[in-house]
């Protein structure tokens, strides 16, 4: 942060002004625009030196003073405070206070905020002063504008905010809107991929209204680093009616890879099996070792299983085989080549994003960028660079934390250390009051499968949430 000197200092004026209700409050307060701090000296402040520790609980005090220019000094200092030492749940709780004027104030110092102190948190809470109709709305835009042009990743403010744009009332998709022109001009720091979805919706939801016509740039955008999803999303939801604003974003497709629009058209799954000699005709170049893989859900599972064919990280075959036929499939690879069998992560219609054996160790998780886990010998490694002893492990735990919102499994060690093997961040429990229980155990079965199969391939204890 730029200190600047005192007399320029606004909020430090403002504490001088309130030194008289300071009295009451014992040991030190820092001012967050200059990083000046002082100590009381009867009526007056006096500056100290800045390797002084500040004392919290003081100006949590202050918070409950009955003059509203001193709370919101509070409140602006204890937002900095918090996050300059890491603690964004405390910066989260005020920006969620009952009192506007620390709300206001603790909003106010976003605009200082560096990126190592952008937790999620801090950063998820920030969308919700867009639905009001004061003075904090603007306010808030201009922050998450700055924080943006400063190379902040929003992601967490995007999801939101592409949330919004679905909402009916007009006045509400104005300021998430905005934001969202503002991602596309100013080309912000936002990890397109897991949205493609979201921006579909939208575009057939809203055409032919500007929320509509920011999705196709986003979706081209996304084209570059996610043509699979794009391809995906387009093909779920793909509708009976095309909108000139759908054709638009076909034609830009095309024109980036023609294998975007031609992989939507193909035909949606009917849950009808195709045959052994079928599959394998498809792989029939490929020289193997293969992993065959079993989906997570299947409508009829005693009828028809989704399977894949995986090389390493390339899936070569991806149909609905009978499921009374699995072994002649992985029995026919066989004789031409090493065949492990496992599973991965897909449902009815939604893409791979992990694929991992189930069959006996060594262990493996696949990720569509390479090995993500990995058994060897006597330790347990993954691609992040994190390793560990299999003889040290205490448990391998399928987790849900953030009400829902991060879905993962990592190795828990003996001395308490914790190496994560993958994770899933999605906030849509925390905005869909429609979300429970069932949808959870479906989209996270997965966290459940490897955990289970990590652990039977190390022989260490498997420990799940009580939600999955």
């Not at 991965?344 to 493996?364: I, N």
């Not at 991060?406 to 060690?413: H, Q």
Request: aromatic share 6%; glycine share 8%; net charge neutral.
């Amino acid at each position: 942060m730029t200190r600047r000197p005192i007399h320029e200092c606004a909020i430090c004026r403002d504490l001088a002004a309130h030194a008289g209700m300071l009295k009451d409050i014992s040991g030190l307060a820092e001012c967050p625009g200059c990083g000046s701090r002082y100590r009381r000296d009867g009526d007056r402040l006096e500056r100290v030196l800045p390797d002084e520790p500040i004392v919290p609980k003081d100006l949590a005090g202050a918070i409950e003073s009955d003059d509203p220019g001193l709370r919101a000094y509070a409140g602006a200092a204890l937002a900095r405070h918090h996050m300059t030492r890491r603690h964004p749940e405390e910066v989260a709780r005020l920006l969620e206070h009952k009192d506007d004027a620390i709300r206001r104030a603790a909003l106010g110092q976003m605009i200082h905020m560096r990126p190592e102190e952008a937790a999620w948190e801090i950063l998820v809470r920030l969308p919700a002063f867009l639905e009001r109709e004061d003075d904090l709305r603007p306010a808030a835009f201009e922050t998450i504008r700055t924080l943006a042009e400063r190379g902040i990743d929003m992601t967490a403010v995007f999801q939101i905010c592409l949330y919004a744009l679905r909402y009916k009332d007009e006045k509400t998709r104005e300021w998430p809107l905005r934001f969202v022109r503002d991602a596309i001009r100013k080309r912000y720091r936002i990890n397109l991929d897991p949205y493609t979805g979201k921006l579909v919706d939208i575009l057939i939801e809203r055409a032919p209204g500007p929320e509509a016509e920011a999705a196709v740039e986003l979706l081209d955008r996304a084209a570059a680093t996610d043509p699979e999803g794009v391809s995906t999303s387009l093909f779920i939801r793909w509708p009976d009616e095309p909108t000139p604003l759908f054709k638009r974003l076909l034609r830009r497709l095309k024109r980036r890879d023609p294998n975007i629009v031609k992989e939507a058209r193909r035909t949606k799954p009917d849950l009808q099996p195709v045959s052994v000699r079928r599959i394998l005709k498809g792989v029939r170049g490929a020289a193997g070792p293969f992993l065959v893989v079993q989906g997570q859900y299947s409508p009829s599972p005693s009828q028809s299983v989704r399977i894949g064919i995986l090389q390493e990280n390339k899936v070569l075959a991806d149909a609905w085989l009978a499921t009374a036929d699995f072994h002649e499939l992985v029995n026919s690879l066989a004789k031409k080549a090493a065949v492990r069998t496992g599973e991965w992560d897909v449902m009815y219609a939604t893409g791979w994003g992990l694929a991992w054996t189930t069959d006996r160790p060594p262990f493996e998780l696949w990720d569509s960028e390479g090995r993500l886990a990995w058994q060897e010998g006597d330790e347990f490694r993954v691609r992040a660079g994190g390793r560990c002893r299999i003889a040290d492990l205490l448990h391998i735990e399928a987790y849900l934390e953030e009400g829902w919102v991060l879905r993962g499994v990592r190795c828990v060690l003996r001395n308490g250390d914790r190496i994560g093997l993958a994770e899933v961040r999605d906030m849509i429990s925390t905005i869909d009051p429609t979300y429970d229980g069932i949808n959870i155990m479906c989209e996270a079965s997965w966290t459940v499968s490897v955990a289970g199969a990590v652990g039977a391939a190390l022989g260490v204890p498997v420990v799940k949430d009580e939600a999955l």
